[in-house]
């Protein structure tokens, strides 16, 4: 990111139709995506410890 603008992007997890659009971490140290699909999809990701 430069001042606060992508300055490119990357395909991972999902398909050529979504994108990421916001990742927030969980006090648990898990990560949350948010994509943008028509069913907008609530990912968890969690090592398996």
């Known amino acids: 990111m ?3 603008k992508a ?3 990357e395909r ?6 979504q994108h990421v659009r916001d990742v927030k ?3 648990d140290g898990a990560l949350w995506a ?3 699909d ?3 999809r609530l990912i968890r990701m969690a090592p398996g410890g």
């Open 25 to 27: 971490q969980a006090p």
């Open 2 to 4: 430069v001042d606060g």
């Open 7 to 9: 300055t490119g992007k």
């Open 12 to 17: 991972l997890l999902l398909s050529d139709d």
């Open 38 to 40: 028509a069913d907008g």
């Open 34 to 36: 948010l994509t943008d």
